[in-house]
């Protein structure tokens, strides 16, 4: 009698269960995180390539656009004094440093 009920046990997990080479029924996640695009260095040329027309052009923007910067922030500091947000001494005396210029030794 035991072997019947030990006999009937097993085939109803083996109905149940279903068999072992079933696939699943939800399509398996991807477990690894893609990797980011990583931008490949540009390749150093000639030294001749530093003196170059467009590294010259691109070297007075950089320049044009820091003057066109520090102009703006003594625009700004003008607007302040007359709207009373500084004294008049404000104008007068050298910009404070902002912390960045500070830090890297300007």
Known sequence: MRKRVGRAAGLALALFAGPAWATP???????TVPKAIVATPPILGPA??????????????????QMLELRKAELDRVRAVIEGKLGVDALFSPPPA???????GR
């Open 48 to 65: 001749s390539d530093l003196y170059s027309a467009r590294a010259r052009r691109l070297v007075r923007s950089y320049l044009r656009l």
């Open 98 to 104: 902002k912390a960045a210029d500070r830090g890297a």
């Open 25 to 31: 029924t939800a399509a398996p996640r991807a477990t």
